[in-house]
């Protein structure tokens, strides 16, 4: 069984629509995170979050936004959607920063 | 700023021959390094961790690397590669009580020729 759930894993979407990329973990991780992986470029980290707090975010753009519901939950809110959004974006989990374990990515295309 | 260098966008060689895929990594403090592979249409897994001690670490399926602190390296090796695998291999590195960021190179695509 998946420890990491994303949804959906494949998903298409119009130029100056809104997503949102659903992830849950089932490790009882505390801390969550989410990495972006485009063509010719390696993962990038874009948010952390321990017990529901932002820690980190190394996003430029406001239009991502995590949300947080429950403790084993981090989605991925993007708004005003545009091509270059486009990549696969994973989800990771974390006890205290260590042994990282990652979802199979939901792959995001912005047409 | 922390970088992870991957020399080797490609690396191609035949089933049963050694390996070693290289990394460099840019921190001046003793960083946790990764080895992460990703086969096809799938996320990342874990292959092996140093976190300290023996610079010598273990991973799954025949893995290892060593971390080489005078050199700023943490090279994957495997004595003998099978067809399967053939996949794109990530070296990362966490900084030391940071926010859990990972910083990855990227990536050496592995193909393992019959």
């Known amino acids: 069984d998946p420890k990491i759930i994303q949804k959906p894993k494949y998903l298409v979407a119009v130029t100056g629509s809104e997503k949102i990329l659903i992830c849950e973990q089932y490790?009882?991780?505390?801390?969550m995170y989410w990495y972006r992986q485009s063509a010719k470029k390696p993962l990038e980290f874009m948010f952390s979050y321990s017990y529901q707090k932002l820690m980190d975010n190394q996003t430029a753009s406001s239009r991502f936004q995590p949300q947080s519901s429950k403790k084993n939950h981090l989605d991925l809110q993007i708004t005003a959607l545009k091509p270059d959004d486009s990549a696969t974006y994973f989800c990771?989990?974390?006890?205290?920063?260590?042994?990282?374990?990652f979802g199979s990515g939901t792959r995001l295309l912005v047409i | 700023a922390q970088s992870v260098t991957q020399p080797d966008a490609r690396v191609t060689v035949s089933e049963g021959a050694s390996l070693q895929l290289r990394c460099k990594y840019s921190?001046?403090?003793?960083?946790?390094l990764f080895w992460y592979v990703q086969y096809p249409r799938q996320g990342l897994q874990l292959l092996l961790k140093?976190?300290?001690?023996?610079?010598v670490v273990q991973g799954v399926n025949g893995f290892e690397a060593e971390f080489i602190k005078s050199n700023s390296s943490f090279h994957l090796r495997k004595a003998s590669v099978h067809w399967s695998d053939s996949a794109v291999y990530f070296c990362?590195?966490?900084?030391?009580?940071?926010?859990?960021?990972?910083?990855f190179g990227l990536g050496t695509t592995l193909q393992v020729q019959p």
């Open positions: 140093y976190y300290s001690g023996d610079p």
């Open positions: 990771a989990s974390s006890w205290d920063n260590s042994d990282y374990t």
């Open positions: 990362a590195v966490s900084i030391t009580g940071n926010t859990g960021k990972l910083i």
């Open positions: 490790l009882g991780h505390n801390a």
């Open positions: 921190y001046s403090g003793t960083p946790y």
